[in-house]
């Protein structure tokens, strides 16, 4: 178990050194990438699978050990349901290449005239609810970082999105909060 959550709390590490060097040098930045490549795609989707992954088998292997009984199914399932159709929703609306990082054009409408970013916080709500429905303290660790890690990705690509939509992006974030 602990060989699983260093791996899954490396990626999270390795995902939040590419976010927090792009806020301290948006010129130089990693996240999004300056220009998208195959190669970024498959970095960001693959450690974010990793941490995604990493909390999995941490709940399976440690089921219930917290033994919060059948309220965790109650509030547990839910969140991880509503979390899919929320990530899945968003990325039908903005496309997967634009979820991986390109620039395919601003996106203001469906899920995103409600929040800027609904896909980072349903992704939060997927990990929340996995945590509640294995109850397991090992995932723990894994859940806190990614939703910290989620949390901040955003605040890397305001900078990026006012660079290619411009006043377009500005008017958006001025009436659309970043997360609710």
């Given at each position: 178990m602990f060989v699983v959550l260093g791996i899954g709390f490396s990626a999270a590490l390795a995902l939040m050194t590419a976010i927090l060097w792009s806020l301290a040098y948006p010129n130089l930045r990693l996240w999004p990438p300056s220009k998208s490549t195959i190669v970024s795609k498959l970095t960001v989707w693959g450690l974010t699978l990793v941490l995604f992954g990493s909390a999995i088998l941490l709940g399976i292997n440690d089921w219930n050990s917290l033994e919060w009984g059948s309220a965790r199914w109650v509030l547990g399932t839910p969140l991880l349901v509503f979390g899919n159709v929320v990530v899945w929703r968003g990325v039908a609306e903005i496309g997967l290449d634009a979820t991986s990082g390109d620039a395919t054009g601003l996106e203001t409408g469906g899920l995103y005239q409600y929040s800027r970013n609904p896909q980072y916080l349903a992704d939060i709500a997927i990990l929340?609810?996995?945590?509640?429905?294995?109850?397991?303290?090992?995932?723990?660790?894994?859940?806190?970082?990614?939703?910290?890690?989620?949390l901040l990705a955003p605040l890397a690509e305001e900078r990026w999105l006012e660079d290619r939509y411009g006043d377009a992006y500005r008017n958006y974030r001025s009436r659309v909060r970043r997360y609710f």
């Open positions: 929340v609810g996995w945590f509640i429905l294995s109850a397991s303290l090992w995932v723990l660790p894994v859940v806190l970082a990614g939703a910290v890690l989620l």
